[in-house]
């Protein structure tokens, strides 16, 4: 998804796993490297590696560990 919420956690506490799956909706080979979020965001578990066939899908988890107050941003870099 463009983007993600999550519930307001406490600090230093993380949150629930959140769930994203990459779908590959082209005609060849998609080949994964890596999955990085950011920020005050960490991978939990990764099942996008290698390569997706076309129409092929896979599925990894963020969680959210706030290091302060307020809201926090991040992206997640697929290469």
Do not use: H, M, W
């Amino acid at each position: 998804p463009p983007e993600g919420i999550f519930d307001a956690q406490p600090v230093g506490t993380p949150s629930y796993s959140a769930f994203t799956y990459l779908y590959n909706n082209s005609k060849g080979n998609l080949t994964i490297s890596s999955v990085v979020p950011s920020g005050d965001f960490a991978l939990a578990f990764n099942y996008c590696t290698g390569t997706l066939v076309p129409t092929g899908s896979c599925y990894y988890g963020v969680t959210f560990t706030p290091t302060a107050g307020g809201i926090r941003t991040g992206k997640i870099t697929i290469t």
